[in-house]
């Protein structure tokens, strides 16, 4: 990265060896002389077949005739930004500068700069974008941290490293569009069962490399609890009670500079979430196995790192296993809906419901009754009247409200509790026998 580019034409010398033994056998190689100090350089790359060879070396050559330097053509994108970040940048008001940074040191970086500039395809920069939204970035998020991408990548476009750039993809708010629909009926989303569940599990552990037991207790407990994937990564020693058999989560693995980090859960809300019996023994088990330290993680990776949507999505090759399973729309935030939706089901009262999801509005969390229910509910949250007294507004009728009829009392706040004091119903619901996973209840 630090040799002086060669002049506009440079010549370099080129050959292919074959190196048996090597999972990329064929290395290609080009060398060339620095004009100014008189010394040989050279750059290679091993690659998988002799085309792949002969093609990474006609990049290097178009790269070398427009002035490039070799090394800076085979750098890795986080590599490249830092070299090009002046010249791509340029142009930008300093007020658009912030997130474009964020988004490049908070997302692209760790997501996709350990990747060669020539190596990062369209299908790359797809799946890192849908990663972003698995994470429940906003739009806006996305959509400053592929603009960034786009002009980072962009002097490699000019220079011939690249023949396109890969990072302007369409279609990507169509996910957006998804995650609509999924708040109107997120119950559509749950798996059915337990049974579902656990052949999830099954599968998910089977088809993972070394067979890694953990991944099929993160599906789990993420289901169970309702929790996100990030929220799972961040449970720790200290943070479940095993007398009463609650989880106090506060915090969740999300992608920063580096690598995954910790921070607080979304909303920054603190919630107590029961452990039903179901998943007690796995819980009790991974508490015996990693000791009495209270920072230690229950849940990590097969070598002890943090856990993601998107690690969990490539360690288990989870859209082969869901697709198997005949799950097709399956992502690993619906086994949150799962959760909120068994536990619903199950007859947990809507206030609690609310505490545990961690929902900031009791609309959100009336979606997960069953549609009978929800209107019961919605009914019963309406303020009584004498018989014969109008409704506000509007008249009432099986239907539901008439033209005008107020809603704003189902929508308003619970009070919380106070202090530590732990509400009846969520103690009643973390020490009951679990609840019975099915869907088609009726009332």
Known sequence: MGEKSPPLGVKLSTDVEYRAGFPNPFRARVRWFDPTSKRRLSQSEMLPDEEKAQAWIGRMQRA???GVDPATATSTLAEYGDEE??????????????????????????TLGHVAVTAITNGAVDRAVHGWIAEECSKSTVKNSLAVLVRVMEPALRDGIIDINPARIVGWQHEYKRAEDEMDDPRSL??????????????????????????????????????RIGEVSGVRVQDINRDEWTWQACRQATPGPGGLIDKGTQGKRRRT????????DLVAARLDSVGSDPMARLFTGPRGGRISTAVLRDATHWDEVVIKLGYEHLRRHDLRHTGLTW??????????????????????TQRYLHTDKRSIEMARRRPQRAPGERPPGGSWSQSGPGRGASTASADRPVAPHRGNE???????SSNSAGFQHRRDDRI
């Not at 619903?344 to 206030?351: F, S």
């Open 85 to 110: 970040w002046t010249l791509a940048m340029r142009g930008l008001e300093a007020k658009t500068m912030d997130p474009y940074r964020a988004g490049w040191r908070l997302r692209v970086v760790p």
């Open 273 to 280: 979430v029961p452990l039903i019996p179901e998943i007690r």
């Open 64 to 66: 070398a005739s427009r």
């Open 190 to 227: 749950a798996l059915p069962d337990w049974d579902a569940l656990d052949k999830l599990s099954a599968a998910l552990v089977l088809r993972s490399s070394d067979q890694f037991a953990g991944w099929g207790d993160v599906v789990k407990y993420a289901a169970c609890t309702a929790a």
């Open 422 to 428: 732990k509400p009846a119903d969520l103690e009643e």
């Open 343 to 364: 536990m619903a089901d199950a007859g947990v009262p809507l206030h609690v419901l609310r505490k545990i999801a961690g929902h900031g509005s009791l609309t959100t």
